[in-house]
């Protein structure tokens, strides 16, 4: 079975949604999805305010042991959910990265 990945840009700044790209409805985020050959599924997540001419730092992320991109990149846990939706918290863990790595 193929492994479905995740991958991030981390650093940005002028607003610009990128080609494909649409703005997510709970950050302020842009979000693309793919769907490549034999099922595989990508999952692309930049800052809302992108700006290709700064650097940027790619983070690509696979998901673990058969694990769905949203268990993977986390949410809050009400009882009752599903306890892989709390094992990674990826999503957060890179808007955290993206906070204290800005190039200013």
């Not at 650093?11 to 709970?26: E, I, K, Q």
């Not at 268990?71 to 906070?99: C, K, M, Y």
Request: net charge neutral; charged share 15%.
């Amino acid at each position: 079975m193929l492994t479905p990945f995740v991958a991030f840009i981390l650093l940005a700044t002028p607003p610009a949604t990128l080609p494909g790209f649409h703005r997510s409805a709970w950050f302020d985020e842009q979000v693309r999805e793919e769907w490549l050959a034999d099922g595989v599924r990508v999952v692309v997540n930049a800052p809302a305010k992108y700006d290709p001419a700064r650097p940027t730092r790619l983070v690509i992320y696979a998901t673990p042991n058969g694990n769905t991109i949203e268990q993977t990149l986390g949410s809050t846990t009400p009882a009752g959910t599903d306890w892989h939706f709390n094992i990674q918290h990826v999503a957060a863990q890179v808007r955290r990265l993206r906070e204290v790595s800005l190039v200013q």
